[in-house]
């Protein structure tokens, strides 16, 4: 029996101390959630614990002390459980409030933004009308594809055509005795330009008479010594002599006839003296150094006639461009003067290079019905060097310089927009755009100076 009350006791021993060791782990527990929370709860929670440990009595102090701290326990987990509870509540509720005003302000960005953009746009746009644009016969094209012709610009000069160009020169001495010719005149082949008094070509005319009347007086004694030897009248040698005496005055005739033709003079004419000054090839008379009753020399230059329909273009070639420039080569040669184009081949390619100039002469043969192209006159000369295609072009009238840039003006609805663009290679035709402009973009061509002005007028009165 007394084994069964120590073993009872034992177990009652067990107990208590199990409920101290609980007790003081849940107080553990407790203190460690209080310091983890920082609750304002926490010293109420602990006045509240000591109050009713001091509220059971002295007897109880273990029963007290661990029913306070059961209590506290319990009184610190439901308020820390509710505060904690509301400050999910709250944060959350926090969240909410800041995503809300993280999305309005965001929306309000994004509204603000295209608004912003929209404006700007607004105000770059120049405003034009369909029928402003007709007005100002504007023309509107498509940036696109394009051939680029790359090309080499000399310098050169309308010449006569030498091929084509006489110098009439007297080839005897003598005064003029008529002039019917003047400066400027076009002529026909072998008209008359003037007509001189020669004593130097009567004497060849009277030498010619002279060897015509000796040549009929042979023919006379030949054909009668023939007869006499056929006959058998005269022997043979007084016919092979006439035969002779005769045949020397034709060469003496041939001979007088070639010289009045050499010095381009007619043999029959009726004035022994009258020499005629004749137009070499229909031409125009471009130089005229003679007037009536001057004493002219057998030297000197009276009249240049020159055929127009055709002129020289010489092109100086510096020494590194020689290798472009060749004999075939089509080119383009435009006036320096006046809006006019031709265009030729290059005919001749010099050999030398000028001591001077370090250059050679090109020339170009140019058809001229129309006496547009003039000697003397300077011209430009465009040779294609190559070719290469680009894939944006534009009308080159059409880039303007805004704000020292290269500038297209879009087309866009309303009027037009400014655009600035990286331009590339120019025919003088289409200008290569590298940046800045996509193809198929509608831009104002011809005209678009006019968009430029429009665009200074807005911008002066929107600054004032």
Do not use: C
Not at 243 to 260: D, F, G
């Amino acid at each position: 029996m007394n084994t069964k009350n120590s073993s009872t006791f034992a177990e009652r021993v067990g107990k208590k101390q199990w409920m101290a060791i609980v007790a003081v782990l849940v107080v553990g527990l407790g203190a460690g959630a209080l310091i983890l929370r920082t609750a304002p709860a926490k010293p109420e929670a602990a006045g509240h614990s000591e109050a009713a440990g001091h509220g059971d009595g002295e007897h109880h102090e273990e029963a007290g002390k661990a029913h306070g701290k059961e209590e506290g326990k319990d009184h610190d987990h439901s308020h820390g459980e509710a505060e904690g509870h509301a400050d999910k509540e709250h944060h959350a509720q926090g969240q909410e409030e800041g995503g809300k005003q993280a999305d309005a302000s965001g929306t309000a960005g994004e509204a603000k933004k295209p608004e912003s953009a929209g404006h700007k746009e607004d105000e770059e746009t120049i405003a034009f009308t369909d029928a402003q644009i007709k007005a100002a016969d504007m023309t509107l094209e498509s940036a696109g594809p394009a051939r680029i012709k790359s090309s080499l610009q000399l310098p050169g000069e309308i010449k006569f055509n030498e091929d084509r160009t006489a110098h009439v020169v007297p080839r005897v001495a003598g005064v003029v005795d008529s002039v019917s010719a003047n400066l400027g005149q076009e002529v026909k082949r072998g008209q008359v330009l003037a007509v001189l008094s020669s004593p130097a070509l009567s004497e060849q005319r009277s030498e010619l008479q002279s060897a015509q009347r000796r040549l009929e007086l042979a023919r006379t004694t030949y054909a009668r010594e023939k007869t006499l030897w056929e006959e058998k009248i005269s022997p043979q040698q007084d016919y092979l002599q006439a035969q002779q005496v005769m045949q020397e005055a034709q060469i003496a005739v041939a001979n007088a006839n070639q010289k009045l033709l050499a010095l381009g003079a007619t043999p029959g004419s009726s004035a022994l003296g009258r020499y005629e000054l004749r137009a070499p090839f229909d031409g125009m008379v471009v130089e005229k150094h003679i007037s009536l009753g001057e004493s002219v020399g057998e030297a000197v230059n009276v009249f240049t006639i020159s055929d127009l329909s055709t002129v020289w273009a010489e092109i100086s070639v510096a020494a590194n461009n020689l290798n472009l420039v060749r004999i075939g080569e089509p080119v383009s040669i435009r006036s320096s003067a006046f809006d006019q184009t031709a265009t030729g081949k290059v005919s001749y390619v010099g050999s030398l290079i000028g001591a001077q100039t370090r250059t050679a002469t090109a020339r170009v043969t140019l058809t001229n019905p129309d006496r547009i192209w003039r000697p003397g006159l300077f011209v430009n000369v465009e040779l294609v060097a190559g070719e290469t295609d680009a894939p944006v072009t534009v009308s080159t009238e059409a880039v303007q310089t805004v704000e020292d840039k290269p500038t297209v003006f879009l087309r866009v609805p309303g009027g037009f927009v400014p655009q600035h663009v990286q331009t590339g290679r120019s025919d003088g035709k289409r200008i290569e755009i590298t940046g800045g402009l996509k193809p198929g973009a509608t831009y104002a061509a011809s005209g678009s100076f006019i968009v430029k002005s429009q665009q200074g007028k807005s911008s002066a009165t929107h600054t004032h």
